[in-house]
Nanobody
Framework: QVQFVESGGGLVQPGGSLRLSCTYS????????MAWYRQAPGKQRDLVAR???????IYADSVKGRFTISRDNFKRTVYLQMNSLKAEDTAVYYC?????????WGQGTQVTVSP
């Protein structure tokens, strides 16, 4: 059974930083594309960043230059370093494969950016 567990969220002031972690277990090949998504209240879930097994990364325009995705295949963990956070980054953050698999969605981790 595949499971994703996200952690590291919290309340942070604008301009602050957070580092999210996502540990996955089960039958997932570390050679696949992993991604971070987010869902703000009342909005659809959006792709934030992706990382290929060989390290190539792609970011949504809204986070480019501020967020960094990385992965440790040995630890089966994906990270999202978030700097210069803005109020509009407030959302629940999830990790999954890309393309995403419905049954893989975890509980996510809440990120709130507020003074």
């Amino acid at each position: 059974q595949v499971q994703f567990v996200e952690s590291g969220g919290g309340l942070v002031q604008p301009g602050g930083s957070l580092r999210l972690s996502c540990t996955y277990s089960g039958s997932i090949f570390s050679s696949g594309v992993m991604a971070w998504y987010r869902q703000a209240p009342g909005k659809q879930r959006d792709l934030v960043a992706r990382i290929h097994s060989y390290g190539a990364t792609i970011y949504a325009d809204s986070v480019k230059g501020r967020f960094t995705i990385s992965r440790d295949n040995f630890k089966r963990t994906v990270y999202l370093q978030m700097n210069s956070l803005k109020a509009e980054d407030t959302a629940v953050y999830y990790c999954n494969t890309l393309p995403s698999v419905t049954s893989y969605w975890g509980q996510g981790t809440q990120v709130t950016v507020s003074p």
